[in-house]
């Protein structure tokens, strides 16, 4: 398994599928969210509206697969990160980070999918801490060697910078 770190625009990754970080209702949000759904198109909600019709909302820590619409991705893999809550349950927002992460590679490879790159799952308005959250997706990656390429894409120097370290460190 090929392991790259890009800083930029994951709606521009020529990757098998991109995942959005997603808020449970899936009918899009602000930062990456919004950015996935605006670049992708229309085809998107409505795929994830068919979805929340069919089982309801996306729980933290689950994902759920949709087309790639307008982008260079075939598919949308999206999950619900953890909202950070200042280390008080730390143990399980850690479980549920990773639980983003194992679960999209896992749908991924249901749906025959080779490479699939990620954002910085709830490092944004969920308030992650950067380095955790960083250290918490390789370690699931690394522990699941099923796809043949996962790029983690950083939108931030810090995030891309962390992340560069992480990998060059292994």
């Known amino acids: 398994m090929k392991i790259k770190v890009l800083k930029g625009d994951i709606t521009t990754v020529q990757v098998d ?7 449970s209702s899936l009918l899009g949000g602000s930062g990456v969210d919004g950015a996935i759904h605006k670049a992708g198109g229309s085809t998107i909600l409505e795929a994830c509206r068919q979805i929340r019709n069919k089982q309801g909302k996306c729980n933290v820590g689950e994902a759920v697969i949709t087309t790639g619409g307008n982008l260079p991705a075939k598919k949308v893999i999206h ?3 953890p ?3 200042k280390g008080k349950n730390n143990e399980k927002e850690k479980e549920l980070l ?3 992460y194992e679960n999209s590679i896992l749908l991924a490879k249901e749906n025959d999918l080779q490479s699939i790159a990620f954002p910085c799952i709830s490092t944004g308005i969920y308030r992650f801490p ?3 959250a960083a250290e918490v997706a390789i370690s699931a990656i690394k522990n699941n060697p099923i796809l043949n390429e996962v790029v983690f ?11 560069k370290e992480l990998l060059n460190n292994e």
């Open 130 to 132: 950067k380095q955790v």
């Open 98 to 100: 990773t639980n983003c």
């Open 79 to 81: 999950t619900v990160g």
């Open 153 to 163: 894409v950083c939108f931030d120097d810090e995030n891309y910078e962390i992340y």
């Open 17 to 23: 599928a991109i995942v959005n970080a997603a808020n």
């Open 83 to 85: 909202v950070y809550q």
